[in-house]
């Protein structure tokens, strides 16, 4: 993670102004969203369907101690080997190991979120194994050396013109072009020489299935395929939460990751990896090593409230939906993460006193959880994490509250529930902020009050309270009646 | 080292309480309408594959299967394919038809390594020719199961992809399709559902075909 919660704001800002950006995020979102919406009245009951994917998901993790062991017994049945990662660091030295034990001068990868967790990339260039992202967006953000802007489209913020750019400089094409198919075909030439010699392919997976000990991925291109088919070895990690019972349960979620990602029924190539290659088969890995990723999510496992965090199938449905996103798109979010799904994950991950950027920036609204196809309940979460914070939970590194902030709190507290002091502190603010109103808005506020406006801005209040009104209008009303029934004696 | 962290996560995750309900879905409507609606399997299977940018060649049934072949490589201009070895492209006797008319196709069978098969497939090979385990009346796919008969890279490394398959092989649902491969201690070590060639938005939300794989699906139904 290397943007703290400073350089949220700067960054949001920056995306804010940025012309390129902002004309992709009004087009974007609203297009997956409504590509989504459509393609769920395929289901007679879309919202049954949902609660069904909540089902799967819930009942996964329910079990997920005893679908693991069965899925590493399934999958070392079948030729695979297994390794437990207990962090990133384990991850990648493991990674390293093997390329350096069979000499590999560089590797494919499929696009994949968690490898970006684990700065796969980085821990084998710097053992000198070089590094070939195979996604198109990938491989433009990895000549950018920019973060992902979109989970579907890491790249798709990027003008035409910047692509061209810097093909030519590094080479991937000649002449300057503007046609997207024809850039793409120059990366399929260029990757395709990578393909034809690879040796090691490293991938990400959508779904493991326990009762087979397959490996399902999900993609459009064809690089996945061609990184998992090419090599003689293939590495495929996995976080443990991605584990379904079986392969019932996993062509349901797939409907709905399909459709829930691009508003696709399926994506051009599904495939579903058992074991590496049967000797008399010509090609296809002779080695396939599955990783089974922790990096704190036991913990979060154990949690009971955060657990429904580990149902994600990472479709991307909470992202196109979030008001937070659509004004400033991936990069704020700064990891491999971004939108509510990020900002549900991360957290939980790496600690809340590193992220409180990410809980902080919701407004509550719900539209994720609507959109979720397994039901994750994200303000709910995310209310939770600022709870924790607030009380310096120890098991996710809460920062607490300042002296000054808790003061305050607890005034408040007491304020709200003595209702004669409210009255006093209502009278008063309503006259002391008059004189800071400009145009009927109050933007700024004296001294205990100022921190509070550097985030909001308030309506100018009424000059009586409700309950003045109230009872002056109920005097006058009963008046009113008074005098009417004084009339007709 | 592996094994103690193993033992360690099962020691951290076994026994924790959970208290979510389980909510299977049991009945027909969670799924999509096609899944129980199949009116004919046949048809939805060409409407979705060619919503997919598929192509779909039917043998009719007065053209002889080596006219048809003729047909296709000539309207998409093919001169050189290789073709798997699988049981349902066997049984069509396609490849032999094909070489009657002299088309220019090798089989997978005639490469001894490796190394060699794969530079035919990435330099040489113009299409792949394959047949399909079932097709997917449900979403339009293809159903590919990978063995020493059939290669993965056929339908995946030539411009091309031209695929095989009998009507009596379309099944309503990937479940029906499944069903019938996985289970009987043969589960193969890969197998792919295709649904259309490969493509991407990657750039600026321009949709483009063949980006890795094929930029041309074609589906002979016979």
């Known amino acids: 993670m290397k943007i703290t919660p400073e350089q949220f704001r700067e960054i949001s800002a920056e995306e804010m102004a940025d012309k390129d950006t902002q004309s992709l995020l009004k087009r974007l979102p609203e297009t997956l969203v409504t590509l ?95 590094v070939f992202e195979s996604d198109l967006g990938e491989f433009i953000t990895q000549l950018l050396e920019s973060p992902p802007f979109h989970i579907l489209g890491p790249a798709l913020n990027i003008p035409v013109a910047r692509i061209s750019d810097i093909f030519l400089q590094k080479g991937i094409i000649d002449t300057p072009e503007k046609d997207p198919a024809k850039l793409g075909l120059a990366v399929r030439r260029f990757l395709r020489a990578k393909f034809q010699h690879l040796q090691m392919g490293v991938t990400g997976v959508n779904m493991a ?43 349901f979620l797939l409907r709905l990751l399909c459709r829930s990602a691009g508003g696709q029924d399926l994506g051009s190539y599904v495939s579903f990896d058992t074991g590496p290659k049967k000797q008399d088969e010509i090609d296809g890995p002779e080695q396939l090593h599955i990783v089974i990723l922790d990096n704190g999510r036991s913990r979060i496992y154990r949690d009971p409230v955060l657990r429904e965090v580990l149902r994600c199938i990472r479709c991307g449905a909470c992202i196109n939906i979030c008001p937070v996103y659509r004004k400033i798109g991936g990069y704020p979010y700064g990891w491999a993460y971004s939108g509510p799904m990020g900002q549900i994950l991360t957290p939980s991950l790496l600690g809340l006193d590193r992220t409180r950027h990410l809980y902080g920036a919701c407004t509550l609204c719900g539209k994720c959880k609507d959109a979720c196809p397994v039901g994750i309940d994200h303000p709910k979460l995310i209310l939770n994490y600022r709870h924790r914070n607030a009380l310096a939970d120890k098991t996710l590194n809460g920062a607490g509250v300042s002296w000054k902030q808790n003061a305050v709190d607890l005034a408040c507290a007491h304020i709200a529930a003595h209702p004669w002091l409210w009255n006093i502190v209502g009278a008063s603010l309503r006259k002391g902020l008059k004189p800071y109103a400009h145009e009927n808005v109050i933007r700024k506020g004296p001294a205990p009050l100022s921190d509070w406006f550097k985030y909001r801005d308030l309506p100018l209040p009424p000059s009586a309270s409700f309950h003045s009104q109230w009872d002056r209008m109920q005097t006058s009303h009963s008046a009113k009646i008074r005098q009417t029934k004084g009339l007709q004696k | 080292m592996t094994t103690s962290y193993r033992d360690e996560l099962m020691r951290n995750l076994i026994g924790t309480p959970s208290k979510t309900s389980i909510m299977k879905p049991q ?36 053209e002889d299967l080596g006219d048809l072949i003729d047909r296709i490589f000539e309207d998409h201009g093919i001169s050189r394919a290789i073709a798997s070895c699988d049981t349902v492209l066997l049984e069509s006797g396609i490849v032999d038809y094909a070489r009657q008319r002299g088309l220019e196709i090798r089989t997978q069978e005639e490469f001894e390594h490796r190394r060699s098969f794969t530079e035919a497939m990435f330099d040489e090979a113009q299409a792949g020719f ?93």
Request: glycine letters at 6%; a neutral charge; aromatic letters at 8%.
């Open chain 1, 36 to 130: 989504r919406k459509t393609s769920f009245n395929d289901y007679s009951d879309p919202d049954a369907a949902r609660r069904a994917g909540a089902g799967i998901r819930a009942g996964a993790l329910e079990k997920l101690p005893h679908l693991l062991e069965t899925f590493e017994k399934k999958a070392i049945e079948k030729g695979a080997t297994v390794f437990w990662a207990k962090d990133a660091q384990a991850a990648n030295q493991h990674i390293v190991r093997i390329a350096e034990e069979n000499n590999i001068s560089y590797i494919t990868k499929g696009k994949s979120m968690v490898t970006e967790e684990l700065g796969l990339n980085d821990a084998l260039m710097a053992n000198d194994i070089d």
């Open chain 1, 209 to 251: 299935i326990a009762e087979t000990g397959s490996l399902m991925n999900v993609e459009n291109e064809g690089n996945i395929r061609m990184s998992k088919s090419c090599p003689r070895i293939q590495v495929v990690v996995m976080s443990l939460e991605k584990i379904v019972p079986t392969i019932t349960d996993a062509l």
């Open chain 2, 130 to 222: 394959t047949g399909a385990n079932f097709g997917i009346a449900e979403t339009g796919s293809l159903v590919l199961a990978f063995n020493k008969a059939h290669a993965r890279l056929i339908s995946l490394a030539p411009a091309i992809h031209i695929a095989v398959l009998p009507k009596d092989r379309i099944v309503a649902t990937c479940e029906a399709a499944m069903k019938q491969i996985y289970g009987f201690g043969k589960d193969p070590s890969q197998l792919v559902f295709i649904t259309g060639p490969s493509s991407t938005a990657d750039i600026e939300m321009v949709f483009f075909k063949g980006m890795h794989g094929p930029r041309k699906l074609i589906v002979l139904l016979i």
């Open chain 2, 27 to 62: 009945d027909g409507f969670v799924y999509p309408k096609s899944w129980y609606e199949n009116t004919s399997l046949e048809s939805s299977f060409c409407e979705k594959l060619t919503a997919h940018s598929g192509i779909v060649y039917r043998q009719n049934p007065a």
